[in-house]
């Protein structure tokens, strides 16, 4: 069993950054391939970003150029930095890990 836990959610206004955390526990954190998602409200959850355990990445078009996510296989870490932040980045945001387990989501909100 795999435990995810987000931090790094907050409130920040156009323009600016917020790095996101996941931490998981138990399993092998360095074979798992991991994601962030996000769904906003009356929104389908979708992919924001995705790292693979051999660390190649992907991005919804959406943020491309804006948000970057890495990994930390020591500390059994993965990381989303949002750059640029729009009012539309605004959500909760999921970790995932081996398209099986969720985290609980740390809620973002980009507003003036």
Known sequence: ???????????VQPGGSLRLS???????????????????????????????????TNYA????GRFTI???N??????L???SLKPEDSAVYYCKAAYIYWGQGTQVTVSS
């Open 22 to 56: 996941c931490a998981a526990s138990g399993g092998i954190f360095s074979l798992y391939d991991m994601g962030w998602y996000r769904q906003a409200p009356g929104k389908q959850r979708e992919l924001v970003a995705g790292i693979t355990s051999g660390g190649t």
């Open 70 to 72: 890495s990994r930390d």
């Open 1 to 11: 069993q795999v435990q995810l836990v987000e931090s790094g959610g907050g409130s």
């Open 61 to 64: 078009d959406s943020v491309k």
């Open 74 to 79: 020591a500390k059994k870490t993965v990381y």
């Open 81 to 83: 930095q949002m750059n």
